[in-house]
């Protein structure tokens, strides 16, 4: 089982990797507003590595309304533990 902790790291990875910054430093706070190359497109690759590293399936309804990364970690979490 994966902790918050293990989560938000793979997450800061992801993000460093989909937006080719090794220096990259994200919080949960972090919003598509604090990244200038945040566009759709990158929300589709955050995702779709997301769902790839951790094993899981994203619905439309659970991503739509997603406002940062602490509650994109939030929604892993639930789906690695169900």
């Known amino acids: ?17 989909v937006f080719s910054d090794p220096k990259l430093v994200v919080s949960e706070m972090t919003s598509a507003s604090d990244i200038a190359d945040w566009d759709s497109l990158a929300q589709i690759r955050l995702l779709m590595t997301m769902e790839q590293n951790f094993e899981i ?3 439309l309804d659970e991503v739509e309304d ?5 509650e994109i970690i939030e929604l892993i979490l639930k789906k690695i533990n169900e």
């Open 66 to 70: 997603l406002q940062n990364l602490g």
């Open 57 to 59: 399936q994203f619905s």
């Open 1 to 17: 089982m994966k902790s918050h902790h293990d989560v938000l790291n793979s997450c800061v990875e992801i993000f460093q990797t």
